[in-house]
């Protein structure tokens, strides 16, 4: 038996067959499916005829719609075959493309110099002690010999909680943290993140970076002090650095030196960078004074040492003849992707 949808459900199918057999993309594929199954396709407008069927024919009708459907799905995944993976999904694969590369991050210009820093000084037999970001305002100023009028300690240089705690404003308070936590002789050095309210320019910033040192023993010297920060400049810079200690004063060292390194731009002529000094300032040092060595029980009289400290981005702007300190902040990849 046949009827008017039975016939068109079959020539429907038939032209479907030839479109999908030279079907060349995904495209023309899905424009059969929307033709005859879509919303508004053939095959839905047909089986709103059903109703026009007299009952006899409706069984009929029913299962040819069915086959007609199973069908036309099966034409449609064979076409799918047919065209292969990357035509399917619409994309060409070109067999020449070189492989993609698989980027590794980079340290951080101020990690490998710290890195560096560690290394040279663990060479010498120093190991590495840490502290908090946060710590007392107590380990920060009074434990070091800082008296409370001294101007470090104003609050237009240092970020107070208010709650007798600060952002530390140095690494020396790690100082305190050792001393206290073990018996002499010690030798540790102590990298880490330090903040001062600066306001930012060329060679300022809020947050910044230190690597302190600390060596407590029995009859320690200046000397030692003096061979040290030599020892670690010939690494760090190169063996023609030269050091020299001129005077200063820090609370916790007594006597203080600044230690200066021969400028490794001119090797000491003179120079913008190191401002025709022939010296760059790379170290604030100093014998541990006997009020911090009081301040942590360790006997004065039995114990000396000495204490250094040196700014990490300092070190990283010279070394890579970075002229202004912000870039180190700013993570501007084209910028730190450098740096190896
Ligand atoms: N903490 C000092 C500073 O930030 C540096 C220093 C460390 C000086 C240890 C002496 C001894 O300037």
Partial sequence: MSNEIIDKLSSALKSAEGKLS??????????????????????PALSKDMKNVPPEQRAETGRAFNEAKEKLQKLLDEAKERLGPSSVSGAITDVTEPGRRWKIGKKHPITLVIDDCVAIFRRMGFIVAE??????????????????????RDPQDTFYFGDGRLLRTQTSPVQIRVMKSQEPPVRIVAPGRCFRRDTPDATHSMNFHQIEGL???KGVSMAD??????????????????IRLRPHFFPFTEPSVECDFSCVMCGGKGCRVCKNSGWLEISGAGMVDPNVMKAVGYDPEIWSG?????????????RYRINDIRLLYDNDKRFLSQFN
């Fill in 22 to 43: 030279s079907a060349s993309s995904e495209s023309d594929i899905e424009s059969v499916r929307i033709e005859l199954l879509g919303r508004n396709g053939l095959v």
């Fill in 131 to 152: 502290g908090p970001e946060i710590d007392t305002v107590y380990n920060n100023f009074d434990a070091l010999n800082t008296a409370s009028d001294h101007p470090s």
């Fill in 215 to 217: 060596y407590i023993d």
């Fill in 225 to 242: 002090l003096k061979s040290i920060l030599l020892a670690f400049g010939r690494e760090f810079f190169g063996p023609g650095v030269g």
């Fill in 306 to 318: 000495y204490a250094f400290g040196m700014g990490i981005e300092r070190l990283a702007m010279i």
